[in-house]
């Protein structure tokens, strides 16, 4: 049985994002195929063999560093603590890790990391110099996912990307006057125009400029580079609460800039102490207070807004290694959502998915064009979710390739697996099987790469020869009100989410349905039960199988059959 170490957490503001994926990966791993190693990687570089129940946690903060650590008022990161000694406090959580020792762990490593240091190529280098397959594309591949100015220029050359696009180095920013700038970005790209941090994920120091404002624009630019600014006339209407949760909300990865951070000349690793200096900073009759990240960019990335339907779109591969794009899936935003930043993605209720996107046929398969040709010329491998917008004259604009997808179950790249017939456990294992085979293609270990896929391979095709010899179980899906169907919709994905990480189950889920002839039971197909409630699940039986959905299955079929027999 091999043993996969599954990466999460890491240095980067998508750590809490990560260790979602790490829970989902340690859920659903197919336990017939795999042994599940948990690696807990801190902020400050260290690999730990972490207790098994931790990972269960809410959050990172919830048992690292420990909660006897986290002084009331706030709730901070290990960074926040740079007189702690972390390897002891490391011991409470698990075992400390060398690299050079990774193979007597793990025989693979998943990585469900995300940003700088984790989607850059940093990891897979490590990995690679001490001969550990791992998940996802090459380090090549990570680079240049990384980066989303050079995407730009790459994608104009692959797939002939006609977006206006500016990046404006941070040194002008400070070196000349923002009217300045701000007139000649207006010259180069126009308004509205969208603002990112280069080198971010999940929509991490993302904002729109829609007017001709200069504070707009200025703002826009500031939250991009992880600067705060707190205005004197705002502070001092503060109570303490008020004041404190405003530097709580500072501490927080998925809405503030987070710690440490640099104020007046002075690094400040904890809340606390820069609540203090605040203090006393603002007894003085100055404006404003500016406050940065220590972890900042050195350009901003300016992008022309594209008026038209967003999409996200996948792209896996074959056995053999041929690209497949996946069914674009349409972003539905509700209209109080200004931006679709990290927020807007993760925790809020009013976005949805719509797979595919409303499009003509042609226009789907256009973009599934696109996004195959990009995911080749760009050297990407094993998975990558492509975003993108189709524009109100029917042009397709590519934009962030993603490397390492979200992982949390309901996460884009498992609906449109689910569409060809993957669950979440098959696509985990698609996920290290591909890798494997991708890894051949540097030119180390290729002996020993070879047998593992082989033994893998080998390893897949008797577990479902095991399981289909097995008689099915049916998992039915009933309720009289539409109450107790979601009821049971719900506990019925649990279910049947258990029973395939075990391996060796056969079962079928059904939902009784009425036809001419009286009820029947109505097999589901993976995509059905891939849905968020009952009610899309009765949608898409009532709609059938779209066409480009259809295409998309014939086109998988090679993948389909590899990871189900279907």
């Known amino acids: 049985m091999m043993r996969i170490g599954i990466f999460f957490g890491g240095p980067a503001r998508e750590r809490e994002i990560s260790f979602l994926g790490g829970k989902t990966a340690m859920a659903h791993l197919n336990k017939a195929l795999f042994q599940p190693i948990p690696v807990f990687v801190d902020s400050l570089g260290h690999f730990i063999l972490i207790k098994e129940e931790l990972i269960f946690e809410e959050s990172i903060r919830s048992f690292y560093p420990p909660k006897r650590l986290q002084t009331a008022p706030f709730n901070v990161y290990i960074e926040s603590l740079p007189d702690a000694d972390a390897v002891e406090l490391l011991a409470e959580v698990g075992t400390i890790i060398q690299p050079a020792d990774f193979a007597k762990h793990f025989d693979f490593a998943f990585i469900a990391m995300h940003g700088p240091g984790a989607e850059d190529g940093s990891i897979q280098g490590l990995l690679e110099w001490y001969n550990i397959p791992y998940s996802g594309p090459s380090v090549l591949g990570s680079a240049i996912g990384i980066d989303k100015a050079k995407q730009n220029e790459w994608l104009k050359k692959s797939v002939g990307l006609d977006k206006k696009f500016f990046v404006l180095q941070r040194d002008d920013y400070n070196k000349y006057g923002r009217e300045t700038l701000f007139e000649q970005v207006k010259k180069e790209i126009g308004i509205p125009f969208v603002a990112k941090a280069p ?5 991490i120091g993302l904002a729109f400029v829609k007017e001709d404002s200069l504070e707009v624009f200025d703002k ?5 580079l992880f600067i705060e600014e707190i205005y004197r006339e705002e502070w001092i209407t503060l109570d303490e609460e008020a004041q404190v949760a405003l530097l709580q909300k500072m501490v927080n990865l998925d809405e503030g800039i987070g710690f440490p ?22 007894t003085h009759t100055v404006t404003k207070a500016s406050i940065q990240s220590i972890h900042s960019e050195d350009a901003i990335l300016l ?17 053999a290694g041929q690209a497949v794009a996946l069914p674009p899936t349409e972003i539905v935003i509700d209209e109080s959502v200004e931006v679709f930043d990290f927020n807007a993605k993760y925790k809020s209720k009013l976005t949805r998915k719509r797979i595919p996107m409303h499009a003509s046929l042609a226009h789907l398969q256009m973009i599934q064009a696109q996004v195959k040709q990009a995911f080749e010329d760009l050297g990407f491998g094993v998975c990558t979710r492509i975003d993108g917008f189709l524009d109100t004259n029917g042009i397709v604009v590519l934009h962030d390739p993603n490397t390492i997808p979200g992982m949390s179950p309901s996460s884009l790249i498992f609906k449109q697996m689910a569409e060809i017939g993957l669950n979440v456990t098959d696509s985990l294992t698609y996920f290290i099987r591909q890798s494997i085979r991708e890894r051949l293609r540097t030119g180390k270990n290729y002996f020993v790469l070879c047998q593992q896929l082989k033994g893998l391979d080998e390893a897949i095709a008797a577990s479902l020869k095991a399981k289909a010899a097995q008689e099915i179980q049916i998992l039915e899906i009933v309720g009289t009100s539409e109450e107790d169907l ?8 649990v279910q049947a989410a258990e029973l395939a990480a075990l391996g060796t189950e056969n079962f079928r889920v059904c939902t009784p349905l009425e036809i001419e002839e009286g009820e029947t039971l109505l097999p ?29 299955r014939e086109a998988a079929i090679d993948i389909t059959k590899f990871y189900t027999h279907v």
């Open 199 to 203: 080198h971010q994920g999940s929509s």
């Open 220 to 224: 826009a630019i500031k939250k991009c």
């Open 261 to 282: 951070v640099v104020f007046q000349k002075q690094v400040y690793h904890h809340p606390a102490n820069l609540l203090e200096a605040l203090r006393e900073y603002f």
């Open 303 to 319: 992008e022309s807004f594209v008026n038209g339907n967003e999409f996200s779109c996948g792209v896996i591969q074959t056995p």
């Open 486 to 493: 979601e009821a049971s919709f719900q506990a019925i994905k």
């Open 524 to 552: 589901l197909h993976v995509a059905h039960l891939s849905k968020d409630t009952a009610k899309e699940m009765l949608e898409a039986i009532k709609t059938g199988v779209h066409p480009l959905i259809a295409h998309t």
